[in-house]
């Protein structure tokens, strides 16, 4: 069965189709400036070359019709027709307390990803909007809604709640959610297969450093803490997100620099993190870069951001009583060799220590520890939408 696994943006779609024998895409691309002026589709055959399509792409509507008939294209299509598509996965951002798992979509459900909006106004709608155009130009096709929140509802209220008074917990439902969690869920699995160990027996802090970054205990393969809180804004520093701050500095900062709320949020959101600090840029290359060129503040940037990785590691081997091992992924976590030996340095307390000569290996799942390390050290690339595709595939032969 072929799966079409997709993400919608508000300006961009990213769409993959996997075969669910191989595992494998047989096609992948990017829908841009859907809405704007130079609209693009990119469409890469999994064994052909890649081709570029300009048209008007006014809406999410005419970016799914465009992606089906790149599909199935003469030249460079790789389907002959929709009937080879099995089924639809769909990436939702938030599921709030509505949705644990992954789902089949129905009228329902996505009535109630529609009423997640409030929690995820950017991103909520136009993956409704995906949903919806699915709908319209597949019919009879199933599709499964696959939520970044669900894996983090098991959570235990401890872990989730924030100390405010709890009717605003009820009344506004401002809790802890967590993001990013088919990506931990995914290196999760993979680490019990390395690992060649029950997943019910383990216990694993996941590290998923990339432009935004956050971090996980799962124990039993269950999410017992994440670092990202009601929005993605909590927890690391990030590319350009200012991570945990005193909440006092928020109306500091509005009075001082004359802020609206918009204009605060938009600051934390887009202007701080490792962007902010080291004035150089929100990529981590380019930041490693300047570092090595002798740049004080990019260096600083790198410094603090290793810094708030270690204590978050050293907080979750606390709420899960130990650790088994430690997983790195996504762009910085699977690449930045220096960054990973920079966190794990001084956590010989946990019993974790890198081999150098493993730590440079790259684009594969290794354990990176050495041999007589107590808490492995894993680099897993992450692999969110083969986790779609999975847990998509599962649900519409369930049944
Ligand atoms: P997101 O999905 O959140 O946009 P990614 O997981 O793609 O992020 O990660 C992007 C980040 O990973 C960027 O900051 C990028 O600089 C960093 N990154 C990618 N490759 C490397 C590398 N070789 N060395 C250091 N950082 C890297």
């Known amino acids: 069965m072929n799966i079409l696994v997709i993400n919608c943006g508000s300006s961009s779609l990213k769409y993959q189709l996997l075969d669910m024998e191989t595992k494998n895409p047989v096609a992948k691309g990017l829908v841009e400036r ?70 089949l979509v ?19 709608p136009p993956n409704v909007a995906g949903i919806k155009a699915c709908q319209k130009l597949m019919p009879g096709v199933p599709e499964v809604v696959v939520f970044d929140t669900a894996f983090h509802q098991t959570m235990p209220a401890h872990a989730y709640l924030y100390g405010i008074p709890y009717e605003l917990y ?12 088919t990506s931990h ?13 029950p997943i019910e027996d383990l216990k694993l802090i996941s590290c998923h450093l990339g432009n935004g970054s956050s971090i996980a205990a799962i124990k039993g393969g269950e999410s017992i803490e994440t670092s990202m809180g009601f929005t993605p804004l909590e927890g690391l520093t990030m590319g350009t997100r200012c991570g945990d701050l005193d909440p006092s500095i928020v109306s500091f900062i509005m009075r001082k620099e004359n802020l609206t709320t918009d204009g605060v949020d938009n600051f934390m959101n887009k202007q701080c993190g490792v962007l902010g600090l080291s004035g150089v840029s929100s990529d981590f290359r380019d930041i490693e870069g300047a570092a ?57 307390y946990l019993g974790a220590e890198i081999d150098p000569e493993k730590n440079k290996v790259r684009g594969e799942e290794i354990d990176i520890a050495t041999a007589d ?21 599962d649900i519409v032969n369930q049944g």
């Open 292 to 348: 090595d060129e002798g740049n004080k503040r990019a260096q600083l940037a790198l410094d603090v951001f290793a810094h708030d990785v270690k204590k978050y590691i050293g907080s979750y081997a606390a709420v899960l009583d130990g650790a088994d091992a430690i997983i790195f992924t996504a762009g910085l976590g699977e690449n930045s060799a220096s960054m990973r030996e920079n966190i794990v340095k001084g956590l010989s």
């Open 170 to 181: 009820e009344k506004y439902k401002i809790r802890k959610y967590g993001f990013h969690g």
């Open 373 to 393: 390390s107590n808490c492995r050290v894993l680099v897993i690339p992450t692999n969110e939408e083969l986790m779609i595709a999975m847990e998509t595939y």
């Open 106 to 124: 129905t009228d329902e459900v996505v009535k109630g990803i529609e009423d997640c909006i409030e929690l995820a106004p950017l991103h909520n």
């Open 34 to 103: 859907i809405g704007m002026v130079g609209s693009v589709l990119t469409h890469r055959p999994a064994n052909g070359e890649k081709e570029i399509i300009t048209a008007e792409i006014p809406n999410h509507d005419v970016a799914i019709q465009m992606v089906l008939d790149a599909l199935v294209n003469s030249e460079y299509g790789v389907v002959k027709d929709l009937s080879e598509i099995g089924a639809v996965g769909h990436r939702v951002v938030h599921g709030g307390e509505k949705f644990a798992s992954s789902v």
């Open 185 to 197: 869920k995914y290196v999760s699995q993979r680490a019990a297969a390395m690992l060649n160990r």
